[in-house]
T-cell receptor, first 110, second 113 residues
Framework: AQSVTQPDIHITVSEGASLELRCNYS??????LFWYVQSPGQGLQLLLK??????LVQGIKGFEAEFKRSQSSFNLRKPSVHWSDAAEYFC????????FGAGTRLTVKP | KAGVTQTPRYLIKTRGQQVTLSCSPI?????VSWYQQTPGQGLQFLFE???????NKGNFPGRFSGRQFSNSRSEMNVSTLELGDSALYLC????????????FGSGTRLTVV
């Protein structure tokens, strides 16, 4: 069965610092992987997605993610975090019945 | 273009009642999926509709049902409400399938008292 694990419930980084959010997946075949972001009181917004090809995927808002099959990981990165990036981030896997991780809440310190 | 519209935004119901939530997808999107979001369980998949047909279903009891109309608008219904049904219900639309990437609505916050 497909599943996603986000090991970090909460991360705090300083504004301008780099960010990496971890995601590990379990999937029987070639995974379809996604990162979404949710601001308080809002729905989720798609940041990026990976199906195949180049393992480094560029997304919106300066985010990127790297697919590593050997580690079953799809970590999200950003070189310099802005205060507006504070939100909850969800990794997801699958297709029609997409499964989401529990989320990582990002706090940005001034 | 208009986003995914969910109505109502907030709802308070009593145990045992039923409720219907509505979702209007982005124009041109034919796939609509529903998710339940709670602090304890996170985001859980309810069902996916495409061209008025349920294409996938999550592991929820039969009290949860849905449908999709010819204009791609979707409704979900919960009968015999329980306290545990209190949650944020999110609707997501995509062109034809989840692989296209979902666009989510802001959700309907259901409180069962």
């Amino acid at each position: 069965a497909q599943s996603v694990t986000q090991p970090d419930i909460h991360i705090t980084v300083s504004e301008g610092a780099s960010l990496e959010l971890r995601c590990n997946y379990s999937y029987g075949a070639t995974p379809y992987l996604f990162w979404y972001v949710q601001s308080p009181g809002q729905g989720l917004q798609l940041l990026l997605k990976y199906f195949s090809g180049d393992t480094l995927v560029q997304g919106i808002k300066g985010f990127e993610a790297e697919f590593k099959r050997s580690q079953s990981s799809f970590n999200l990165r950003k070189p310099s975090v802005h205060w507006s990036d504070a939100a909850e981030y969800f990794c997801a896997v699958g297709a029609g019945d997409m499964r989401f991780g529990a989320g990582t809440r990002l706090t940005v310190k001034p | 273009k208009a986003g995914v519209t969910q109505t109502p935004r907030y709802l308070i119901k009593t145990r045992g009642q039923q409720v219907t939530l509505s979702c209007s997808p982005i124009s041109g999107h034919r796939s609509v999926s529903w998710y339940q979001q709670t602090p304890g369980q996170g985001l859980q998949f309810l069902f996916e509709y495409f061209s008025e047909t349920q294409r996938n279903k999550g592991n929820f009891p039969g009290r949860f049902s849905g449908r999709q109309f010819s204009n791609s608008r979707s409704e979900m219904n919960v009968s015999t409400l329980e306290l545990g049904d209190s949650a944020l219900y999110l609707c997501a639309s995509s062109l034809t399938q989840a692989l296209d990437g979902y666009t989510f609505g802001s959700g309907t916050r259901l409180t069962v008292v």
